[in-house]
């Protein structure tokens, strides 16, 4: 389930031709944790 989840936030971030340190900004997070998000590495 992770795996479809960070592949899905992946997909919807490139359709809108947002960066992983675009996304982490508006999220208060660290481009490190996307990253984690899409590869299925963190839960968090």
Same mark, same amino acid.
């Given at each position: #389930?992770? =795996?479809?989840? &960070?592949?899905?936030?992946? =997909? #919807?971030?490139?359709?809108?031709?947002?960066? +992983?340190?675009?996304?982490? +900004?508006? #999220? &208060? *997070?660290? *481009? +490190?944790?996307?990253?984690?998000?899409?590869? &299925? *590495?963190?839960?968090?």
């Amino acid at each position: #389930m992770e =795996l479809q989840i &960070g592949r899905n936030i992946h =997909l #919807m971030r490139c359709r809108r031709r947002v960066s +992983q340190e675009d996304l982490a +900004q508006a #999220m &208060g *997070v660290t *481009v +490190q944790a996307v990253s984690k998000w899409e590869n &299925g *590495v963190s839960r968090s």
